[in-house]
């Protein structure tokens, strides 16, 4: 596609249900990138893949957040026993090389509720 | 600790009046900096950066931005502002390692009157 896909765009689920959020990034972009942006707030770094491998995952909040990049293309944010505070926006980015000076390209997000 | 401050969660100005978006950030070496803007429903689209060379950048939608690194800041300017450019704008910095990761300020709402 021509842009990084996000899907679902919204997702409503109980608290202490299981949700999975996709991320299709840019055709050959090796570099993914979760964010998660919270009412109010400023993106917040969640997880970065380069290829396969998840390169840096110090922002996941607890080991309730899992993600996965199993052929370096498409990626699952994985939260299990949602809570009510797991409720934002979840951002994904990718870029074609890891580096500071590269621009990152964002997709629209999914709306996260937990009720 | 690296950070970004948006001083400002919120700015109105008429259409066809200036703006400047503050931003300071906290970072030990040469900082790179980016500004992104966030329309509703859209996602963060990149404005402009800076890394290096002259501290005043142009960047797209007539936006420009100037780096100070004595003040730690990396202000955003539009001489006439657009009833378009209503939107969120977040200021960022390039966290230490070369990965991409990038740390947000909290975000300014610009609002537009006519």
């Known amino acids: 596609g021509a842009g990084v896909s996000q899907t679902p765009s919204n997702k409503v689920t109980e608290k202490g249900k299981y949700v999975e959020l996709r991320c299709d990034p840019i055709s050959g972009h090796t570099a993914l990138y979760w964010y998660r942006q919270s009412l109010g707030q400023g993106p917040e770094f969640l997880i970065y893949?380069?290829?396969?491998?998840?390169?840096?995952d110090s922002g996941l909040p607890n080991d309730r957040f899992f993600a996965v990049r199993p052929e370096g293309s498409v990626s699952t944010l994985k939260i299990q026993r949602t809570e009510r505070g797991d409720s934002a926006v979840y951002l994904c980015?990718?870029?074609?090389?890891?580096?500071?000076?590269?621009?990152?390209?964002f997709g629209q997000g999914t709306r996260l509720t937990v009720v | 600790a690296q950070s970004v401050t948006q001083p400002d969660i919120h700015i109105t100005v008429s259409e066809g009046a200036s703006l400047e978006l503050r931003c300071n950030y906290s970072?030990?070496?040469?900082?790179?900096l980016f500004w992104y803007v966030q329309s509703p429903g859209q996602g963060l689209q990149l404005l402009l950066k800076?890394?290096?060379?002259?501290?005043l950048v142009q960047g797209i939608k007539g936006f420009e931005a100037e780096f100070k690194r004595s003040q730690s800041s990396f202000n955003l300017r539009k001489p006439s502002v657009h009833w378009s450019d209503a939107a969120e704008y977040f200021c960022a910095v390039g966290a230490s390692g070369n990965t991409g990761k990038l740390i947000f300020g909290q975000g300014t709402t610009l609002q537009v009157k006519p």
């Open positions: 980015a990718s870029s074609p090389y890891p580096t500071k000076s590269t621009e990152a390209f």
């Open positions: 970072y030990g070496a040469t900082p790179y």
């Open positions: 893949f380069q290829g396969t491998g998840a390169a840096d």
């Open positions: 800076y890394f290096s060379g002259d501290t």
